[in-house]
């Protein structure tokens, strides 16, 4: 599934809503459906975005998402377990719920639970 920064024109994310006013049929999102409701995402390269100019001089991605169907619980699981929650639940511009975490690296891991407008479930493509 392609999405366009089209779907975001009401965002309140700056740069995807200004994107859907000035570049609306841009490819915003790559959504890959591995299995029902879960899904690998792509991100095309935006502008300003630097590229790899050394082997391993930057990270190969910029980060992971693993869908949970209770945010509220796994946000109480996870730091009753001591893992640092870098931010609050919030919605995201795909409508989508979501907070993050990272790994001893500094990788970041988003933590995300679907509602009934997120653009994977309504599509917008």
Same mark, same amino acid.
């Given at each position: 599934? !392609?999405v366009r920064y089209?779907?975001y $024109?009401n965002?309140?994310? %700056?740069?995807?809503?200004? $994107?859907? %006013? *000035?570049?609306?049929? +841009? ?5 890959i ?8 995402e792509?991100? /095309?390269k ?6 790899h100019? &050394?082997?391993?001089e930057? #990270?190969?991605?910029s980060?992971?998402? #693993? #869908?949970? +169907?209770?945010?509220f619980q *796994?946000k109480h &699981? #996870?730091?009753m377990?001591?893992?640092? =929650?870098?931010?609050? !639940?919030? $919605?995201?511009p795909?409508h *989508?719920y979501q907070?993050? =975490?990272?790994? /001893? +690296?500094g990788n $970041?891991i988003e =933590?995300?639970?679907? *509602?009934?407008n ?8």
């Open positions: 599934m !392609i089209r779907a $024109k965002s309140n994310n %700056l740069f995807f809503s200004k $994107k859907a %006013l *000035t570049n609306p049929d +841009d490819i915003c999102i790559i959504y459906e591995i299995s029902s409701g879960q899904f690998v792509f991100f /095309p935006v502008e300003g975005q630097q590229a100019s &050394e082997w391993n930057n #990270l190969g991605y980060h992971f998402a #693993l #869908l949970v +169907d209770d945010i *796994t &699981e #996870l730091k377990a001591g893992v640092e =929650i870098d931010n609050d !639940i919030s $919605k995201g795909s *989508t907070f993050w =975490i990272h790994d /001893p +690296d $970041k =933590i995300m639970q679907y *509602t009934e997120s653009v994977q479930v309504e599509g917008n493509c």
